[in-house]
């Protein structure tokens, strides 16, 4: 089983042909309202992958807790874990440009609610992995990485948005899944290059993390454990529309092909494939393909 501990947000996506500048007003082609956050992104994406997924999380008492409930539920995710704060839903307010970018702004609501005690101790004790990112408090992942230290349950943390990580809480991860920005701002490396990826991914190992994970957009990924080999997985050459939500998907796809007994090589080659649909579409869960289409994907 795989928990997911995070974010729940409302995405309010809007469209434009370059950003705008600073002191700058541009029109946008409208909004769009999706269900995103990058907990519920990848909880989605583990569903949709084939694993079996309970999210752990916080909405707020809102027209947007509703939808975002049921975005879950409808792709096979769990919900009777997440809890109700007072005060507004989380929203992130994201542009996409032309070239296929994006820039988001969040405002945290009831993420930044979610406490250590919000984690029921069931929950942890059932999983075999839990997932993590940072748009919930650091106390509560700090707290459930030792809790499932204790469950023996493997923690996959994705330091998103990045912030550094105190020295004595790596040893807890099992799986450090990083972007370029993310990579880089934690090592002190700069991250352009699969050679930069394993220098900085060497570094966040000898921190403590079991194994770590870079991924490198468009350029594909990067995983590293201990002393063997780096594996390097090409991205698949797809047009991109909307990068949102493509480390969600990754991560999701991966840890769901891990729950079903994948080898690595596998996992990270069918995260690729999961990754690769969902950029060639809008939004965040909304773009996130089924097993089904990840693997019609890979048999082309
Ligand atoms: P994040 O969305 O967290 O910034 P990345 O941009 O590194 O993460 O993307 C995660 C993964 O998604 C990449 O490792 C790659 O497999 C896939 N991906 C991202 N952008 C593209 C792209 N333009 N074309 C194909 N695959 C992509």
Partial sequence: RIIVAGSINMDLVNHVKEFPKPGETIHGRGVDYLPGGKGANQAVAASLAGGDVTMIGAVGEDSF???????????????????????????????????????????????????????????????????LQNEIPWETNLHVMQASRSERAKVVYNPAPVRQIPADAYPLID?????????????????????????????LLSRGARSVLVTLGAKGSLYLEGDGQPIFTPSFRVRAVDTTAAGDTFIGAFVAAGAQGLDTPAALRFATAASAIAVTREGAQASIPTRREIESFLAE
């Fill in 65 to 131: 807790a509703e939808p975002l409930l049921s975005s879950l539920s409808e792709r096979g995710v769990a919900t009777g874990s997440v809890v109700r704060k007072p005060g507004t839903s989380g929203l992130a307010f994201i542009t996409v440009s032309d070239a296929g970018e994006n820039q988001i702004i969040l405002s945290e609501g009831s993420n930044g609610k979610l406490r250590p005690e919000d984690v029921p101790a069931k929950q942890l004790a059932d999983a075999d992995v839990i997932v």
């Fill in 175 to 203: 799986l450090l899944v990083v972007n370029e920005t993310e990579a880089a701002g934690l090592s002190g490396i700069e991250v352009a290059s699969q050679q930069d990826a394993a220098r900085a991914g060497r570094e």
